[in-house]
Every structure is written in structure tokens, then in C-alpha cells.
């Protein structure tokens, strides 16, 4: 009889393997999660893109994207930095990290479209303060519209943290909050193109439990809308009436009304933006990015000597003269000239002349 009985040990085994099974099963996706990822992936950033599209007046496109479980060391290692990371954190509705990635060039072109520019002027290497707040709030807009996007899709509420952005000069100054190095995330790679401006990949990563949350709600409302077809979709009959001759039917359809429907001629929104439309750009959403502006008096090059010479009650002679216009800097930029003014007890500048791009370039020689 002992036989037919297990030992403790056989039993540990057992329960151990059974362990291991389910954490290969956790850190695994199936092909039919993956399918469900790389459809929610597409419908959200397609929605994302035409956010992207109504901020910079510009058709931008994406293809299809490449669904791929991997590690995030993996994604950083095989990426060319530096990239801009906006990441958020989910709230409500769902758990985990949803992180969106987008090279220099790519946030340096958006920022310049977004404050009015065409596109040519961009920066490879790194971001200045206006710029780097002009491509967060697209993203931010993006990300936003794409949460949007897969709370319909669930048929709940998803709420965002406020978004967190990062730009990482190396692989090694990357890291993502709630995501270890070594964990395993979902990364979605779209191609986006932006009329002949940018073509390149964009990605998308979420945490794989929150990849696997979002597959199994999916799965479980696909399920759900298979069940059987509610009794309140169907008259149900009596037995007389079931007894009744098959020419009282028309009879009983006769009873219906008749509704009326209305025929309208469908209206489409143009495939193309106009003219008009194009030359309008949409800097709404940065208006209130706080900008430090500066005037300069004049400046002065002396020897380490002649600096330690200095005291209280010395003059130092400035290269302006006393009638020539002031230099007026925004974020280290000159956008003016002026003339000192005093309001109330306190120096102001009055804004003689906006200075040209020409003559920037021509002031930083």
C-alpha cells in the first residue's frame, strides 16, 4: 500500500517544478497576448500621432509596430544615445510603467515646429531648456492620448501620475522608475515620419505586468462577448400563439411601426491641411514655460591683475557707449535691443528694435 503514496521529497519536487512553471509563465508573454499588445499598441500611438499631427500642422505617419519582450538593459544597450524618456506611472486602472522614447534629432525637430520654426534648424547633441519643454508637452500629449486610447479600448478608467522626462547623454545615465534593469518590459517600435523631416523609430515600452493586465482584460471581454445572446433580444411566444396559423404573422408584423429613417449626404474632413492651416502654428500648450530674459549693460575683458585690483568705488569701462541700444537676451539668446527706462523707482527696458536671425548669428561672431 506504502507503494502508492508519495514521499515528502517527491511531493517538494513536485511543488518546486509547479513553481518554476508559473514564473516562466509570469515572465512570458503568448502569441495571443502579444497579438493583443501590438494592436493596442497600434491604435494608441495612431492616436498619438494625431495629437503629434495638430500640434505641428504636419501629417505624421507610423507603420505597424514590432511587438518584442526583452529586458530594459537590452533596449538601452542596443539604442543609440542620447534619447529623451518621458515616463508615467499608472494610478488607476491599470499598475506599472509606461515609458515613451524619442532620440535628440527627433525631440529637437518637434520643439522646433512646435515654436513656430520649419524644421531645419535642430540639434543632435542635446536640448536647451525651451526646447526640452516644448517636446515634453508634446509628449506628454502623446502619452496622454494613448492612455485615452486604451481606456476605451478596456472599458475603464486609467489615470497617469504626472510624467517624469530624462535626457540620457549615456546608457549608463538611463533608468526608469518601477523598472529594474533586468526585468522584462514590452517594447513597441513604431517607424513615425513627419514630411521628409524625421524617419526614424519611436518606442514604447511597458512593464510586463502591466502588458499582461492589459492582454488578460482583452482576452476576458473577448470571452465575455461570446456568452449567450441575452432573452431580452427575443419576443418570447406562448403555446397559442405558437398554435396560430402561419397567416396571422403578417398580421402581427402589420402591428409594427414603421420607423423613419433619415438619409444624409456625409461629411469628411480634408485629407490634406491647407495652406492657411500650415502657416498657423500651435504653441498654445508652451505659452506658459516661465523664460528667464536678461539685458546686458555692456561687458568689460580684463587681466586676473586688474580684477584684484578692484575695490570699492573703482570704475570699470564697459564697451557700450551711453546712446547705443542695450542687448536684450532671452535664455541666453538675443532676441532685442532697447533703452533703459525707470518705472516706479525700478529700471525697466523699453523694446526699441526685434533683432533678425541674421544678425544673431552675425553677434554671436
Request: one cysteine or more; a negative charge.
Amino acid at each position: 500500500m506504502s507503494d502508492n503514496f508519495l514521499s515528502q521529497e517527491e511531493i517538494d519536487s513536485l511543488l518546486q517544478k509547479n513553481e518554476r512553471i508559473k514564473e516562466e509563465v509570469q515572465e512570458n508573454l503568448s502569441d495571443s497576448e502579444k497579438d493583443i499588445m501590438g494592436e493596442v499598441g497600434n491604435i494608441s500611438m495612431s492616436t498619438s500621432a494625431t495629437t503629434l499631427s495638430t500640434l505641428l500642422n504636419r501629417q505624421v505617419d507610423i507603420t505597424t509596430p514590432r511587438v518584442e519582450l526583452t529586458t530594459f538593459n537590452e533596449i538601452i544597450n542596443s539604442s543609440q544615445v542620447p534619447y529623451v524618456i518621458l515616463q508615467v506611472q499608472f494610478d488607476e486602472g491599470l499598475h506599472g510603467t509606461n515609458v515613451l522614447m524619442m532620440s535628440i534629432r527627433d525631440a529637437s525637430i518637434i520643439s522646433n515646429l512646435m515654436m513656430g520654426g520649419d524644421g531645419s534648424n535642430f540639434n543632435v547633441d542635446e536640448l536647451s531648456e525651451m526646447e526640452l519643454s516644448a517636446v515634453s508637452e508634446a509628449m506628454n500629449q502623446m502619452i496622454g492620448s494613448a492612455s485615452t486610447a486604451v481606456s476605451t479600448m478596456l472599458g475603464k478608467r486609467i489615470d497617469i501620475d504626472p510624467p517624469s522626462v530624462q535626457v540620457a547623454n549615456q546608457a549608463n545615465q538611463i533608468s526608469i522608475k518601477g523598472i529594474p534593469g533586468e526585468s522584462k518590459v514590452v517594447c513597441i517600435v513604431f517607424k513615425m515620419t513627419i514630411e521628409g523631416l524625421i524617419d526614424s523609430e519611436i518606442m514604447q515600452l511597458y512593464a510586463l505586468e502591466t502588458a499582461q493586465q492589459i492582454s488578460q482584460t482583452m482576452l476576458g471581454s473577448l470571452s465575455s462577448s461570446k456568452g449567450p445572446v441575452p432573452q431580452d433580444d427575443f419576443e418570447v411566444l406562448d403555446d397559442e400563439e405558437l398554435d396560430q396559423p402561419n397567416q396571422e404573422q403578417p398580421e402581427r408584423a402589420k402591428k409594427q411601426p414603421e420607423k423613419k429613417v433619415e438619409i444624409q449626404k456625409p461629411e469628411f474632413m480634408p485629407l490634406h491641411e491647407t495652406k492657411q492651416n500650415r502657416q498657423s502654428r500651435n504653441i498654445d500648450l508652451i505659452l506658459d514655460v516661465p523664460l528667464e530674459l536678461s539685458v546686458i549693460l555692456g561687458r568689460a575683458q580684463k587681466s586676473i591683475k586688474e580684477v584684484l585690483a578692484l575695490e570699492p568705488g573703482s570704475i570699470v569701462e564697459l564697451n557700450k557707449y551711453a546712446e547705443e541700444p542695450l542687448d536684450i537676451y532671452v535664455n541666453g539668446k538675443l532676441i532685442a535691443q532697447g533703452e533703459v527706462v525707470v518705472l516706479d523707482e525700478k529700471f525697466g527696458i523699453r523694446i526699441n528694435s526685434i533683432v533678425s536671425a541674421k544678425e544673431r548669428v552675425e553677434t554671436l561672431k
